[in-house]
């Protein structure tokens, strides 16, 4: 087909797709035979980059997607509408529910944590990091509202996480701080923002380019349905901006995502679970046991880290409780226990 423009999806919500081209933004469906092809996640979401045909007269709908360029990589969480009766069996086999992509192919995803109000949870934060571990996806761990604490307080939190290889930015939405650093890290990528409610996601948009994170939050209000936060996000376009580095002045897409505390962890199995704490996967081949859990065996690398304060006890003990879930998810598999 010929005349096919390019694009990049910014945003999905039922049924209709943005498609941003250098033509200019498109209001698209997608072409009926392209929903038959079997997918186990969304055929298309926003971050897809994807080739349209216009469409004359067609009243709002003035494109339609035609092709959708394969997915390098896509940041994911569970569904929210995925309850019982939903739940399928995964490519490797696990009893659990549909993935939703949040946003196809980003560059990285910044984690945004307060220091304060709300506390940290950085049990949740290990979590996450796990998720764009498994996913492959950079991540970034911004720690906002360093205006309500000392500074040593904020790196007592914070600084494990860069030790462990993480770039971390410390940020106040309120004072400034930072957030040209971090406006650095958005030019000219595509991002995800996540993190608890709270946290300044959107303050933290808003501070380095007036009305971009307001933007983001009108959309993100208005798709809250009912018991569950329908999470549709939506790329808006972030200044590129004065920078040291060429490659940063160009304009960059961000994705703000409110109400996400989890991203899909079902594909992975128990015994894989250290490959994804950077911090601990190194040390694995150093145990005694090929198959150490890190747990109860003797002469485990991991353990004696721990004990020289190479890895940090919060490291260790989220890996324990992150492998156990997993353990007893694959448990469930082997011997089709249901849930309760
Ligand atoms: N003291 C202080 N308050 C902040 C800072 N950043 C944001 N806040 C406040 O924290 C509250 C939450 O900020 P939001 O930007 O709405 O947080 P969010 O992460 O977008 O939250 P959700 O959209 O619910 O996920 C607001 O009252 C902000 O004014 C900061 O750096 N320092
Ligand atoms: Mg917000
Ligand atoms: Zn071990």
Request: charged share 30%; with cysteine; net charge negative.
């Amino acid at each position: 087909m010929s005349d096919l423009v390019e694009g990049l999806v910014i945003k999905a919500q039922s049924g209709f797709f943005t498609v941003h081209t250098g033509e200019g933004d498109f209001t698209c469906r997608l072409r009926g035979r392209l929903k038959e092809k079997w997918r186990d996640t969304d055929l298309v979401a926003v971050g897809d980059r994807v080739r349209i045909s216009r469409v004359e007269d067609g009243g709002m709908i003035e494109g339609m997607i035609e092709e959708v360029a394969e997915r390098e990589r896509a940041l994911a969480r569970l569904a929210p509408s995925a309850g019982r009766g939903s739940r399928h069996w995964t490519r490797r086999g696990y009893l659990s529910e549909r993935e939703q992509v949040i946003i196809a192919n980003p560059d990285h995803v910044v984690f945004v944590f307060a220091c304060a109000e709300p506390e940290p949870r950085l049990r949740m934060l290990d979590r996450l990091l796990v998720g764009a571990e498994l996913q492959e996806i950079p991540a970034v761990v911004c720690a906002n509202k360093v205006d309500l604490v000392s500074e040593s307080d904020a790196h007592d939190l914070f600084d494990i996480y860069q030790e462990v290889g993480y770039r971390v930015v410390y940020t106040s939405a309120r004072a400034g701080t930072g957030v040209e650093a971090l406006h650095e890290l958005l030019a000219g990528r595509i991002s995800a923002l996540v993190g608890p409610s709270g946290a300044g996601k959107t303050s933290l948009l808003n501070a380095m380019q007036p009305g971009l994170g307001l933007r983001v939050r009108e959309v993100s209000r208005a798709t809250r349905k009912g018991r569950h936060t329908t999470v549709v996000p939506q790329l808006v376009p972030v200044n590129g901006c004065a920078s040291d580095r060429d490659d940063t002045t160009e304009q960059g897409w961000v994705a703000d995502t409110p109400g996400i505390r989890a991203l899909a962890l079902f594909d992975m199995d128990p015994e894989e679970v250290d490959a994804y704490f950077p911090d601990i996967a190194p040390l694995v081949a150093d145990c005694r046991f090929s198959d150490c859990s890190h747990t109860v065996e003797p002469a485990c690398a991991v353990k004696e880290a721990v004990e020289e304060g190479a890895v940090s006890e919060h490291r260790y003990e989220s890996y324990v409780r992150l492998r156990e879930e997993h353990q007893k998810l694959a448990d469930m598999y082997w011997w089709g226990i249901d849930e309760e």
